[in-house]
């Protein structure tokens, strides 16, 4: 197959979406760019299909890839197709989502440059992005009370201890907090989010983890800290900042994506991966609308993204 190819003839079940910094995976051998449109627009960006070779067989395993902001970081946090992103990737076969993001540390134990696996997240976006694929019609309510999957989390985990020594430090859980922006916050905000018991901050998880929680993806991101924030008193947060720690650990970065995606090719996990314990969960939790009041355009979305579910 040809690098430039526009198809790809197998579903592709695991994604990363990259995001500040980490516009690409170098290193893995790009088969096929896909310029996927979907009923909620097109993505973020051409999602480029990589093949990357399974640790026991030596086999290609193909892994999406999808640069949140755009490939030159042109969309702002508020401007990113979180639902188009989304629906492409499940519509490739995708189940599980590796999400790369930036972040800043609201606790001083989290230094700049440090990893971590969040479990929680609340939510200080201001209701003005998409965040639901059940509206218009068509009525979904789903479980949020883990926005992360824990399968793919201890996964993750795993691989990031294995990293684990001078260089990389990874720390296991903690609270997102994911604000609006564009702006950093304010001093007094970011004093506020330490007193929620908030871990780390960044403006791209949501509506991200909820679209994927609908879409039956099994989702987990991997935060990088970048800053301390303006609560520190080591200096306010700025773009100059994150993009200086950003490029300085890039390499820990992707050593970090390889090591997860070398665990989740292996077949002990391809139930996992596949997300067989999240199948046929929006059939229930979709389908209270009678289907008396479903909308034409409604059912049009749910049926592209679920075909033969409802
Ligand atoms: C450039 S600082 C703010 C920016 O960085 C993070 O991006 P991402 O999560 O995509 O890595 C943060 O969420 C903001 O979008
Ligand atoms: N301090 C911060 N606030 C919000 N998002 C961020 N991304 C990286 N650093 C951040």
Known sequence: MSSNSDSYPHPV???????TGLQSLPNFTHVATL??????????SPISVLHHPSPTSGDP???????????????????????????????????????FSA?????EPIKPRDFLIPDQIIDRTKGIRPFTFFEGGMVGHVGFADPFDNSI???????????????????????????????FSTRAESNMY???????????????????????????????????????????VNVEMVMGNMKANAENARRFVGAVLDELSKEEHADVVEAKHLEGQMKFAGGITAPAGRSDKAKEGIEWLFPGYF
């Open 13 to 19: 079940r695991i994604a990363v979406i990259g995001g």
């Open 61 to 99: 395993i193909p892994v999406a890839f999808l640069s949140r902001h755009g490939l030159h970081h042109e969309l702002a946090p508020h401007e990113v197709p979180s639902q188009a992103n989304i629906a492409a990737l499940r519509s490739v076969g995708v189940r599980t989502i590796i999400a």
């Open 153 to 183: 989390g201890e996964i993750v985990r795993k691989c990031g201890h294995s990293l684990s020594g001078e260089d990389v430090r990874l720390h296991d859980k903690g609270t997102l907090i994911c604000m609006e922006g564009p702006q």
């Open 103 to 107: 972040v800043g540390s609201l606790q």
């Open 194 to 236: 330490r007193s929620f018991g908030g871990s780390v901050i960044n403006m791209s998880a949501l509506p991200e983890a909820k679209l994927a929680k609908e879409a039956e993806i099994a989702y987990q991101m991997i935060c990088m800290s970048t800053d301390y924030d303006c609560w520190h008193e080591s200096g306010d």
């Open 35 to 44: 310029n996927i449109k979907t009923p909620w627009g097109t993505p973020s």
